[in-house]
Structures are given as C-alpha cells and as structure tokens.
C-alpha cells in the first residue's frame, strides 16, 4: 500500500458481494477501473482452490500466482478514523481498512503496512497499530496459534530483508506483550520462540539494526541466558552477544501473572443448601479448606472432615493431603464439611437456627468498608482479565484450555454477591433487623458505585430487586423514605430500556480505573457475533472482528492507571475475612421457603 490505498471494487466479482452493513462502497471514478479488473479476474478465478492450512472448516485457499492480492482481501474506507479526528479529514479520507480477506493475505497486509519507530504516531501508523491490534486480539477466531507461528515464517523479499525482518520481530514483540499470558504453556510458542532466536542471533552480525527489536522481545519474554542459548544458539559466539544484550528483571508483574498458580471460587456446603464461598488455588489440598471453614464458622478444625459427592449417593472421604482440584480446574465433587465425630452419617455440622444467628453479624460491619472489600475482591480478578478472554469465552474456541479463568471467576463472584445479599436478608428472623440489613446493602451500594465498581453495584441491586426479597412488603414498608428514594436512584442506572442507556452513561462519565458489568459487556460482543458472518465466501470477515476487538478494548480502558495504585484501597481485616468468605444459600426454592416463612402470604 502506498500512501493512498484505493478502493478494491467489489461490486462485479463473482460470489463475493460483501453485506452493505458491513462496506460502504465508494461512488467514484473507480468503478470504471473496477468492471475492467473484474472481466479479468473471472478467469484466474477459474482455477481450482488450494486445501486449507489453517484449522478452519469450509477454508480455502487462493493460489497466490494465479490472482492478484484484491481477491483474497478487500478493503474499505475507514470511518471510524474519520469520527475519531475529524481535524485530519484530508488525510485519513485517503486510507482504508481490511474488510475481509484469508488470514494468510490479511497478515501479509499487516507487515507490508507495519509501521516501525520512525513513523510512529502518524496517522497512517496509528490506524496501522489499530488495524494490529485487532488482529492480534481476534485471531483464535480464523486461524490457531501454531498457523500463527508458521505463518510468522513465511516468505522473505530479499530486496528488504532488514525491514522485513524487523517488521517480523516488533510484530511478533506486540503479539507477546499483548497475549503473553496465553503463550506461557503453548507448546507451539516454546519452539516457534527458540527457532526465532536461533535465526535472530544468526542474522545479527550481518544486520546489527536488529538489535533493538532484540532488546525488546527478550525482555518481554524475560528469557535468561542459561535457559535460552546454551539450547538453542548454534555459534558459541552468540552467548557472549546474548549475554552483552541481557536485560536484568526489571520488576514489571503482567496483570496475568495470577494464572501461573490458577485460582477458583470455591464452595464448601455447610448445609445441603448453603455453601461458604472462598478463593482458593487450584493446587489446594484438604487441610487448607477445613483451615479457612473452621476459621470462618469458629469451629475447632480437628472436628471438620471434608467430603466429596462424587455421584449420587457416593460420597468420598477426603485425607487431609489430598489435592481438591483436578487439573480441568474442577473440583473432585461436590465439596461437603461435616462433623468428624459423625462418622457415617454425615450430616452437616451445623443447623439452621445457628445459620440464622450469623447474619446479624453483618449488622455491625461498616457500609464503606465493606463496599471496599468487595470491590478490592472484584479488582484482584478484574485486573488479571485478558481482552482475549472474552473473544474466547464469545466464540466458545478451547472452552476447557483454561483461557477464561479470570473472566468466568468474575462472573461467578458477581452471582454470588446477588446470592449473599438475598441470604443475608432472608436469615434474618427480625423485622428491624431485616430493615437495617437492607438500608445497609443499599448504603453498600451506593458506596461500590462511587469506588466505581459496577459489577458488584450491579449484583446488589438486582439481589435486592428478587422476587425473594421485594416480596417482603411489610420489610420494604418499614424503610425511610430518604432510603426508599436513593434506591429508586439506584435502580435507575440498572434500568434496561434504551439498550441500557442510564448504565452506560454514567460509566462513560466516570475515570478509570474502573470494573463494568461484565454480563452487559458480553451480551455486546455475543450482539455483534450473532448479527454478523464471520466468514462472507470463506474469507475472513475482518470488519466484524474489528467491531469485536473495539468492544473487548474497553477491558483495557477500564485497567488502565495513570497513578500506578489501582482500585484497591486499605480494608478492614475484620471484613475483609467476612467479605472474602461468603456464606450463601444457592437453593431457590429455599430461598423461597424462607421468605415466605419471614412473611406468610396473606
């Protein structure tokens, strides 16, 4: 592409009109030059299509001797950039965007448009990044990573191989800053990794310019000497240049490094119909659990036995060393704590009048420590989501790889908050007490909207607004008005209507760092996914995914700190052991029963 990229016609080729909500043609002098390329184009298109490489059903491709680059991608005005600057008009009109094409031609695309330092912060490079970054974000949907890594080492223009050959490597530097967590354990990574630095070491003697490049793939990778060219360096002469380029650890932690020790939400039932929800790694084992539930019910420990329901009926006996996960991140069952002096039988070790007691604690725990509990709970998982989770968890690609730990875990907590709240509220056997919980969650509320966590804003109104708990007239009637009418102020921003537009306007207003309702973030890109092709004539429908990185980009937006802090902020121990242990009823039908029980029907 030059400085001005025309418009490929479309319009004539045989079987590849593309949706005109996805292309806007332009209506210019080109269209003549179109017809003309079309007639000849027919008849290249006439030879049979090459079998697929990439694992994709239905993909073919190309030869790319017998037609020109217009067949396998197309392109088209890019109006976002116009929307975006407006000032540059003149100039942005002159570019165009990738709107469908093989993910071979697509990535060629990239590197013949790649830019490098010097033209940085250009308009021509920034949309080269934009059209980049999308790329990178999306490409599990089209083509594997190890199609990726292949690809990587494709064809080399001898007439600029240094350029080439730094595009590759700043390409490959943004694909292991931006996806790094999901490349650790890819065995197709490791190797594709060590051939590349074989090769680069190799070539720089004769291109020295690549040094840079170098410098700053190796430490995004962070590979020491030993590990990397005793290996894999073939030249005893390259160790004494790889250890001149070393780069000490800097300190610099990704916002994945929680996935090296994976953790889950998990639930250990107390009762057959209420469980204590905790965070635990995945290689914890018995003792751990048992440890945090005695601690968290004041129970001696040496009293506790853990139980996994494997089947119906068929309960396992866990040792204290015995691991609780499997390595699909799953529990071995349905996790029980019972009393040791039971034996056989059992039976939970405490019962319900006891549970009930429990919830008056939350009576004395104060409305904004707790709101920082939960959202300092909810940032730990939130700032360890990847954008790349959500286009995994949408297209539902390697469901059980482990790709959307982070993402699910969030979602879970925020069920189980929604759940928390209905608990406490319907254990609560008084109806002053049952009046000061609810004036309290919904304090908690209003205090998790300004520390500017929508998930768990979310999760607590909506527990409030279920059918359980609003049933309770005579509760609801019993709270002061100032109360009535903050929560009715609340429950504006989760209105609905208008694609929800009182959530997303006040979410817009407010600063990042900050934690969206992840369900409405999903139903977006589930929207774009389903109104949209992701193939037109088995090529790649480029413009939808850009539509889909722009959406998952609002993760990244949304951790972004200018001040280095985060979100968090210092809690009370005192609640945050309460916070980070929750008890909660997940039985609706019980949570029914116990409504009903508080306020018979009439």
Not at 521 to 537: A, R, S
Request: hydrophobic content about 35%; aromatic content about 8%.
């Amino acid at each position: 592409m030059g400085s001005r990229t025309q418009p490929l016609n479309l319009r004539q080729e045989e079987g590849r009109l593309l949706h005109a909500a996805l292309v806007e043609q332009e209506e210019d002098e080109d269209d003549e030059e179109g017809s003309e390329e079309s007639s000849s184009d027919s008849t290249s298109r006439a030879e049979p299509a090459t079998m697929p490489t990439f694992d994709v059903p239905y993909f073919r491709y190309i030869d790319d001797e017998g037609t020109e680059g217009e067949e396998e991608w197309s392109s088209s005005r890019s109006m976002s950039s116009i929307e975006e600057d407006s000032s540059n008009d003149s100039v942005v009109s002159d570019r165009y965007v990738v709107v469908s094409g093989t993910p071979e031609k697509i990535l060629e695309h990239l590197l013949n448009d790649l830019t490098l330092d010097e033209d940085q912060g250009t308009t021509q490079g920034k949309e080269s990044d934009t059209l980049l970054d999308d790329f990178l974000l999306t490409y599990p949907v089209f083509m594997s990573t190890s199609d990726l890594c292949k690809r990587y080492r494709g064809k080399e223009d001898r007439k600029e191989a240094l350029e080439r050959k730094r595009k590759v490597l700043h390409l490959v530097s943004q694909w292991m800053a931006l996806c790094k967590d999901f490349l650790r354990e890819d065995e197709h990574v490791k190797l594709f990794t060590k051939t590349l630095y074989r090769y680069v070491f190799d070539d720089l003697c004769e291109h020295p310019a690549l040094e840079k490049d170098v410098k700053e793939l190796q430490k995004l990778y962070q590979l020491h000497r030993n590990h990397t060219v005793d290996e894999y360096s073939p030249q005893r002469k390259s160790k004494a240049l790889f250890h001149q380029l070393s780069l000490k650890e800097n300190g610099l932690q990704s916002r994945g490094t929680q996935r090296e020790t994976k953790e889950v939400l998990c639930h250990v039932y107390i009762t057959m119909d209420s469980y204590l929800s905790m965070r635990a790694h995945t290689a914890a084992v018995t003792q751990e659990l048992l440890q945090a539930v005695a601690e968290r019910m004041d129970v001696p420990q040496g009293e506790l036995v853990l139980v996994a329901v494997t089947y119906p009926g068929g309960r396992l006996l866990l040792q204290p060393q015995d691991r609780v996960f499997s390595d699909s991140l799953r529990p071995v069952g349905r996790l029980h704590v019972c009393r040791k002096d039971l034996g056989e039988v059992l039976n939970p070790f405490t019962d319900n009048s006891e549970i009930q007691q429990r919830s008056a604690r939350m009576l004395s725990l104060n409305t904004w420590d707790v709101a920082v509990a939960l959202t300092n709970f909810d940032w730990t998982i939130f700032d360890s989501i990847h954008e790349q989770e959500l286009v995994y968890f949408t297209f539902s690609r390697h469901s059980s790889s482990g790709h959307t730990v982070a993402l699910e875990l969030l979602l879970q907590r925020c069920n189980e908050v929604q759940l928390w709240v209905m608990t406490e509220v319907l254990l609560c056997p008084t109806l002053c007490k049952r009046v000061q919980l609810i004036k309290k969650f919904i304090k908690i509320a209003a205090h998790c909207k300004a520390q500017r966590n929508l998930n768990c804003f979310f999760a607590i109104i909506m527990g409030l607004n279920t059918a359980a708990i609003s049933r309770l007239s005579q509760t609801w009637e019993k709270i002061p008005g100032k109360f009535k009418k903050l929560f009715s102020e609340l429950e504006t921003i989760t209105d609905p209507s208008l694609n929800h537009k009182a959530y997303r306007d006040s979410f817009k207003k407010m600063k990042a760092p900050k934690i969206p309702f992840l369900p409405l973030l999903l139903k977006d890109i589930t929207f774009i996914h389903e109104g949209n092709k992701t193939f037109h004539d088995n090529l790649v429908n480029f413009e939808k995914l850009h539509m889909i990185a722009d959406t998952v980009r609002l993760i990244r937006q949304c951790q972004k700190d200018h001040m280095g802090n985060g979100i968090t902020q210092k809690s009370s121990s005192e609640v945050r052991a309460y916070i980070d242990y929750l008890h909660i009823i997940d039985n609706q039908q019980t949570l029914f029963e116990l409504s009903h029980r508080l306020e018979p029907r009439a």
